[in-house]
């Protein structure tokens, strides 16, 4: 059961799951997440959606190319973003996405099993989002084995929810849907996520925090 708890984690992280997924909250074995990062950036686009700064339906393409420190955030030092092209403003979300990602620690488990340095490709491209996650483990067996690891992860969050052992909400079943075989390419894993455009909109507004009617305007 921790395994699976923690490849949600991953999983959601990968995918901006922002603070809808309470199991953020919780820490794994030598892994310790920090869901404020991930909070922040919900209240952060919800802001921005409520001003009417963003258009979801804008097409972009960002990389990344970063080094994991041994706490699984991404290294300030040695990341860059090595391409971005699109509407401008959907362009910032997605790097404060990537930032609040690298800054949770949810890519500790990459980094526990050998993974140092990262290529995170986010892309949408009006018909579907798509996130690549590329990760260099330190040979080609060990990229083979961290790949059919992640391939049994996936397939097994799927069985536990149908037999009832662990059951995910909506949202969770749609992230994992989403998730391609991961693939060994060299040393390289390769985790590929693709959703239609509408359907993973549709996702991060419903993960958006609530607003209380109750707070006051301190």
Avoid: H, W
């Amino acid at each position: 059961m921790r395994k699976s708890k923690t490849i949600i984690f991953l999983l959601c992280g990968i995918v901006f799951g922002l603070a809808a997924f309470p199991v953020f909250a919780q820490e794994t074995k030598n892994i310790s997440i920090n869901p404020q990062p991930l909070r922040n950036l919900g209240k952060e686009l919800k802001e921005k959606i409520e001003r009417g700064e963003i258009d979801f339906d804008k097409p972009f393409k960002v990389v990344l190319e970063t080094v994991l420190t041994k706490d699984g955030k991404f290294d300030r030092e040695k990341s860059k973003f090595t391409l971005t092209e699109g509407d401008a403003q959907m362009i910032d979300i997605v790097k404060s996405g990537i930032g609040a990602i690298g800054d949770s620690g949810i890519f500790g488990y990459l980094r526990n099993s050998g993974a140092e340095q990262i290529k995170l490709t986010v892309v949408q491209d009006g018909e579907t989002f798509s996130i690549l996650v590329e990760s260099e483990q330190k040979d080609e067996s060990k990229a083979n084995t961290m790949a059919s690891v992640f391939n049994t992860l996936i397939r097994a969050l799927k069985l536990f929810d149908e037999n009832g052992t662990q059951k995910l909400d909506e949202n969770a079943k749609i992230l994992i849907s989403g998730f391609q075989t991961p693939i060994a390419n060299g040393k390289n894993v390769i985790l590929n996520f693709v959703l239609p455009q509408q359907t993973f909109k549709d996702l991060i507004l419903r993960s958006l925090p609530k607003t209380n009617n109750n707070q006051s305007g301190e």
